[in-house]
């Protein structure tokens, strides 16, 4: 009928333009318009108009509106004292008979006057949960079939482990929506009178105040499993847990922890009396589960009603409905006859794939024994010493690590259920597979200038190389010979340290000639090997930054040693002038009768090393400066690896995307309750309520670049501790940091023992 | 004119749920609407010269704005940071607002504005009743003086969780807070007991 009606309509617009040609009169008047001016001055006036409306009567409008809430809050609400009194009658009055009820209640509710069903858990009698409203079924029936068990006709299994989650409970009827005329209904909890109208985004719950009952009503916007998003009371972790201990073997760090814990102790022992939780408040972690299988139960609820209305219709198919069907199917059997073939085939396809993927695993097991091999435990292994080594360390181990981790991630699929534990195996996998992908695609710009611009590039490192830790140092060396700074030097020994120096320099000048040509061959050689990846050259430059600069290591040891000894000596001459001397065995300083020559001779070499001990002290103070500035240079190349190993580019993209995919806890937002009960249709005396809107929180960024702000910290520890700058200022060797802590970053996403291949074998088998 | 001294408001839609709100933000009223209204459109304003100088700077301004774009280009020694300040002082909020959301049978959840992005920065935290050892009034050191404040004791960490900590009331309001929160957290279950 409507279809007719339509057509009819459009016949006769179509006539009435077709008759009085419409659109050319249409067009006429336009263009009339258009010569006239009408279409300049219109939107003249519109303008005027619309800015005189934004500038006064928007603003007034507000303000007026702004002030009458004002008014009524303040006198109403914002008044504490007045709060408070209420607060203390209405304890000391309600306190004896009070129950507290809750209610969740899912945020994307059909919003219209329909009757319907509310269906969900009961964790306790005041304890409801909402899952859903179902609408056009009769309310007996749904609870009796729900009771009886009958309800769940298809998905049985997935249902069954939906409650296994959510702690062992069948769904039933908790009461109506819009269901009838409520003003003179007493009120139970076991069946709830609710309302629900599209003016308002919160259900209306009928509650007469004198049930001696408050209520809670906690909304929340269900979580879509199938966006993996998820509710989480703590933070998800993006490292590995059983690495977290493993990372922090710092003294300090231990210290600090034992520290704390006593603490925690001391903080046991404070509270006079300790109210024990009520079961209420147990559960939260149960509702939260609750909460994220929403989504998945509502939809098996809607299938199955529509099942259970669809179900008196169903007849058996009649003979010649049969005949049409098979001979529609008939290519559909075909293909399922080809696809049976195909699954036949494809375990043996998949044998062959695993068998090539161990063999290469394999491979990579030996490659890193020989990173890892060491002559003698308490010795540096290959990976220690070259920051190349490391980097293939790291690739290395991640290649024999994604086979388990994608059978994780892929076993996740089957159980949606314990999503705080699976979801980080994704972003795990996903973040280390998205790292090495971008580090191809930055190595390989990286690599193609390299191999273009090899010649210029060789240059450049070459001339910079030779200006700055060859004739730069040269010219300094020099500079030391004569006066530096208007300082006197013992000219002797400061010739004699020069020139020492200074052919060693010449030597090392002559080999780096030597090298030089085959410089740009190097570089070729580095742009070839950053099709593996950025991260690869710049681990390359930064070993070839320590072979090139090794004179300057050399230098500094020599000249710390000198110096540190003549520190020694002073000391202990110090000493020996006082009339005092060092205790090796009770260590401590004790008083000595010296003879007089002794002291003669003490004194005498005192005073000498004190005079020479500036001109030592210069060379020393070139050598530990050169050598600090290539140690921040080859930090900062270090920083770079770390970011491009372990910058958590996944997450970050995850949580512009889909915040709700990272949860960092949950939140609550108490609503206006002015403002809810405007939009609520029945008007009658209710009992207080509370809305709360339920939201989750994203993970802060300060939870993703926890690691970099804990590596800073350890960095800062040792670095700027008074024991590194007292070596520094006496010359001792400074006590590098342990690599595992250094690295113990890089490593957090990956198990500290790898697997062995047979177990790799089963797991992928299966 | 900005700010006013911290006042405490507290919502109370039913006994088992409040809200105890602490902010700098003075009360309303005709004076103070009209005063934000022109430090906005101030603000605006600063915004969008801040934005047209930038563009024109870079010669981004699009083809039907040509009237902004400036010939000359400015120093950028002096540019940059001047609109880098600028912006920042536009993104500051005028007032602080901190508040203690306490639920019964949930658990209370401290929050606070931090000073700095209009709408953003707002930093929360969600504690199970479970957790929730002791809601205690204590007194600190602060800079040179003695402040008494409110804090969470929660089970198993070492650090007390402040409520209100940029503001850190005075005891008065503490103490009306922390009543409240007593109140609302432990009396139906002692009532029960």
């Keep these: 009928m409507r279809y007719l009606l339509f057509a009819i309509i459009v016949f006769i617009a179509g006539y009435i333009t077709a008759r009085f040609s419409l659109i050319t009169q249409a067009l006429e008047l336009a263009n009339f318009a258009w010569e006239h001016g009408v279409v300049g001055r219109t939107i003249k006036g519109f303008l005027i108009l619309s800015i005189f409306f934004f500038l006064f009567c928007i603003p007034i409008e507000r303000i007026v509106a702004r002030e009458a809430t004002n008014e009524f809050l303040s006198s109403a609400l914002f008044n504490p004292a007045n709060i408070l009194q209420k607060g203390v009658m209405g304890g000391s009055k309600s306190s004896s008979g009070d129950v507290l009820m809750r209610i969740f209640w899912p945020l994307n509710y059909p919003r219209d006057d329909e009757p319907g069903v509310l269906v969900g858990w009961r964790n306790s009698e005041t304890d409801i949960f909402v899952v859903t409203i179902l609408n056009g079924v009769n309310s007996t029936r749904i609870d009796n079939e729900l009771r009886s068990g009958s309800f769940f006709r298809k998905s049985r299994p997935s249902i069954d482990r939906i409650f296994d989650i959510c702690g062992q409970q069948e769904l039933c009827v908790l009461g109506d929506v819009n269901g009838f005329a409520a003003e003179k209904e007493e009120f139970h909890p076991e069946y709830l009178h609710t309302f629900t109208h599209k003016s308002s985004r919160y259900p209306q719950i009928y509650c007469p105040s004198t049930s001696g009952v408050t209520m809670q009503v906690i909304l929340f916007e269900e979580p879509d499993p199938r966006r993996m998003e998820f509710h989480s009371l703590t933070p998800i972790s993006l490292a590995l847990e059983d690495n977290g201990a493993d990372g922090e073997n710092d003294d300090m760090e231990i210290k600090d922890r034992e520290k704390q814990e006593l603490l925690v102790e001391k903080l046991k022992q404070h509270t006079v009396t300790r109210i024990p939780p009520t079961e209420k408040e147990e559960s939260l972690q149960m509702i939260i589960h609750q909460i994220n299988c929403t989504h998945e139960t509502t939809e098996i609820l809607r299938i199955n009603v529509e099942l259970l209305n669809s179900r008196r219709y169903r007849r058996a198919l009649s003979v010649s409905e049969r005949v049409v069907e098979s001979a529609h199917s008939v290519w559909r059997t075909a293909l399922g006859y080809g696809w049976a073939l195909v699954m036949c085939c494809f375990p043996w396809v998949v044998n062959i794939f695993v068998i090539i993927m161990l063999f290469w695993r394999y491979l990579a097991h030996l490659l890193l024994l020989i990173l890892e091999w060491r002559l003698k435990p308490e010795l540096a292994a290959l990976k220690d010493i070259s920051a190349t080594a490391q980097q293939c360390d790291i690739r290395l181990q991640q290649f024999c690590y994604w086979p388990l981790q994608y059978d994780t991630v892929r076993q996740r699929k089957g159980d949606l259920g314990d999503a705080t534990n699976s979801y980080p195996h994704y972003i795990r996998f996903y973040n280390s597979l998205w790292l090495v992908a971008n580090d191809i695609i930055i190595g390989i710009a990286l690599g193609s200038y390299l191999i273009e611009n090899g010649t210029t590039v060789a240059d450049t490192i070459d001339y910079y190389l030779k200006t700055y830790t060859i004739d730069g140092l040269g010219r300094t060396i020099q500079w030391l010979l004569i006066d530096p700074g208007g300082l006197k030097l013992n000219e002797e020994l400061d010739r004699f340290l020069g020139d020492l120096f200074g052919w060693v320099l010449n030597y090392w000048a002559d080999i780096t000639m030597q090298i030089s040509p085959w410089l740009p061959t190097i570089i070729y050689a580095i742009g070839i090997s950053s099709f593996a990846g950025a991260s690869m050259p710049i681990a390359l430059f930064s070993d070839l930054l320590s072979i090139l600069t090794i004179h300057i290591y050399s230098f500094y040891i020599a000249s710390a040693r000198i110096y540190n000894w003549q520190l020694s000596i002073i000391y202990s001459l110090f000493h020996l002038f006082r009339g005092k001397k060092i205790n090796v065995l009770r260590k401590r300083i004790d008083s000595c009768d010296y003879e007089l020559d002794q002291l003669l001779i003490g004194t005498t070499l005192f005073i000498l090393l004190i005079f020479l001990l500036p001109t030592v002290m210069v060379y020393y103070c070139l050598f530990a400066a050169s050598r600090m500035a290539i140690i921040i240079l080859k930090a900062a190349l270090e920083t770079c690896l770390a970011c491009l190993n372990h910058f958590p580019l996944f997450a970050l993209m995850l949580r512009v995307k889909d915040s709700k995919r990272l949860p960092g806890g949950i939140m609550f937002e108490l609503k206006d309750p002015v403002e809810v009960a405007q939009g609520f249709q029945h008007k009658f005396d209710t009992a207080p309520i509370a809305y709360i809107h339920l939201k989750s929180t994203p993970l802060p960024l300060s939870a993703m670049f926890k690691q970099y702000s804990q590596l800073g910290m350890r960095l800062k520890r040792h670095y700027f501790s008074a024991r590194v700058i007292s070596c520094l200022l006496t010359g001792k060797a400074v006590p590098p940091i342990h690599r595992r802590n250094l690295y113990s970053m890089q490593y957090s996403m990956l198990p500290t023992v790898r697997a062995h291949w047979r177990e790799v074998w089963e797991r992928l088998r299966k | ?193």
């Design chain 2, 1 to 193: 004119m900005f700010t006013h001294p911290p006042t405490l408001q507290i919502r109370t839609p039913s006994p088992t749920t409040t809200e105890f709100i602490v902010t700098t933000r003075p009360p309303p009223s005709l004076s103070r609407t009209i005063v934000s209204v022109v430090v906005g459109s101030l603000r605006l304003v600063a915004f969008l010269t801040i934005t047209t100088l930038l563009l024109s700077q870079h010669r981004l301004i699009p083809p039907w704005a040509a009237l902004l774009q400036r010939d000359e280009r400015l120093d950028p020694k002096w540019l940059y940071p001047i609109s880098a300040t600028v912006l920042w002082i536009i993104a500051q909020r005028s007032y602080t607002e901190e508040s203690l959301l306490v639920i019964r049978s949930l658990g209370v959840q401290t929050s606070t504005t931090a000073g700095t992005l209009i709408g953003m920065g707002r930093k929360t935290r969600f504690i199970q009743t479970e957790k929730v050892r002791d809601v205690v009034i204590n007194e600190g050191f602060y800079g040179m003086e003695v402040r008494f404040y409110l804090a969470v004791l929660v089970e198993g960490e070492a650090a007390l969780s402040v409520v209100f900590p940029t503001l850190l009331p005075g005891r008065r309001i503490c103490e009306q807070v922390w009543r409240g929160t007593r109140r609302c957290l432990y009396q139906g279950e002692k009532t029960k007991s």
